[in-house]
Every structure is written in structure tokens, then in C-alpha cells.
């Protein structure tokens, strides 16, 4: 019994992920590298910087920002992928507050990319394909605002093509897209363990994509399991 017991916990421990548990921060005995102690949380998220010039940026909400990196990471022309927090009106939050769900936040990515060699409807479409823009209650087993599938255009122009997408996602998938699209504001940049999750804890991140079922989900909508 007390050895089901604790092979149940380890699972769930695996599988809380993103949900705003302890389990989602590292413990002193896990933390390496650049990881920054959980005491790093108590000055507050910074600021993005804005792009360099002759580079773009462009950010969006998934639900757990653990797996919006990848995909986006993975296509020509993206330069760097961020995890972080936006939409929220509570400077400097940290990965604490925001998972509360009482700061207004959603856990998003802040995609820089080079317009030259990538187009923000590529973007657009890498977006739709990891998200179940259907879901108004979170994403997958992570639920709450904070999980929210949101895209935040920096200008008119990708406003417009947001709108576009958004559009013809509903009417592809023949139901209401709840996604919202709302003026980019501050992006603030999350903790450094969690940069790069999925390359820094591969097994933990794979099984959370799995017990979260986030891929059965897109399977179910794309016909793919995104990344």
C-alpha cells in the first residue's frame, strides 16, 4: 500500500507541471547550471528589451508556456524564444503570484524572430496547431485565466492578420475559437529555470506533454501532436 502510494505521487508530481504547484519549481538538490534558487522569485520578473533592429517580435499564449517554446523554436527564421508572463496589470510579477491566478497574467512566449526569413502567418499557424483555441477554461489539465490561449499583436498589421487566422480557424474547426487577441502590453520575462524546460528537464517535460494530454487533444483537433 505505501508503495502504491508513493508511485502515485511521483506521477502526479510529474504531471502537475505547470498547474502552479511546488512541484513546477526546483528543489535545491535539482537546481543547476544557470537554475537560480526559488528565492530568485522575490524581486519580480524584468522586462523584455525591445527587438534589435531589422528583427521582430511577436507573443503568444498557450496555456503552459513549457510547451510554446519548442515549436516555435524549431522554425527558421525564429531567433529566441522566451517564457513569461503579459496581459496582466501587476508589475513585475512572479511565476507565484501569476499561478494564483489573481494577477491577470497568462503564461506566454515572446517569439523574436526575422521577418526576412519567417512570416508572422507562419507564426499564426504554429500557434493554432499547439493550442486548443476551443478551451475558454485553460488549456488542457492546466486550468485557470492564467492558462488562457491569448495572441497580443504589437501593430495594426498583425492585429490584422490575427483576426484573419482566428476567423478561419473557427470556421475550419466549425465552433467558437475563445482565443483572445488583445494589444501587446509588457512581457515580463518569467524565472530562468524555466527557460528551455523541455531541454533542461526532457524527461519531466515529456511526461507532463503525455499525463496533461495535451498532445491526445491536438491529435484530436490537427491531426498532429504539435511538439
Known amino acids: 500500500m505505501i508503495a502504491s502510494r508513493i508511485a502515485c505521487f511521483l506521477v502526479l508530481s510529474f504531471f ?3 498547474s502552479g504547484r511546488d512541484s513546477n519549481e526546483p528543489s535545491s538538490t535539482e537546481a543547476s547550471g544557470d537554475d537560480p534558487p526559488v528565492a530568485a522569485e522575490v524581486d519580480g520578473s524584468p522586462a523584455a528589451p525591445d527587438p534589435p533592429e531589422g528583427k ?3 507573443y503568444f499564449a498557450g496555456g503552459c508556456f513549457w510547451c ?3 515549436p516555435f523554436e524549431a522554425l527558421d527564421g525564429v531567433e ?3 517564457s513569461g508572463y503579459t496581459d496582466g496589470e501587476q508589475e513585475h510579477p512572479t511565476y507565484r503570484e501569476v499561478s494564483s491566478g489573481d494577477t491577470g497574467h497568462t503564461e506566454a512566449v515572446r517569439v523574436l524572430y526575422d521577418p526576412e526569413v519567417i512570416a508572422y502567418d507562419k507564426l499564426l499557424e504554429t500557434f493554432w496547431h499547439n493550442v486548443d483555441p476551443t478551451d475558454a477554461g485553460g488549456q488542457f489539465c492546466d486550468r485557470g485565466s492564467q492558462y488562457r490561449t491569448g495572441i497580443y499583436p504589437v501593430d495594426a498589421e498583425q492585429r490584422a492578420a490575427a ?3 482566428k476567423a478561419a480557424i473557427a470556421e475550419e474547426l466549425g465552433e467558437p475559437v475563445v482565443t483572445e487577441i488583445a494589444d501587446a502590453s ?3 520575462v518569467a524565472e530562468d529555470y524555466h527557460q528551455n524546460y523541455y531541454e533542461t528537464h526532457p524527461i519531466r517535460y515529456r511526461q507532463y506533454r503525455a499525463g496533461c494530454g495535451r498532445d491526445r487533444r491536438l491529435v484530436e483537433l490537427w491531426g498532429d501532436s504539435g511538439h
Open 16 to 18: 502537475a507541471a505547470c
Open 68 to 70: 510554446m517554446e519548442r
Open 80 to 82: 529566441s524564444v522566451i
Open 56 to 58: 521582430a517580435v511577436a
Open 163 to 165: 483576426e484573419a487566422s
Open 186 to 188: 509588457t512581457f515580463w
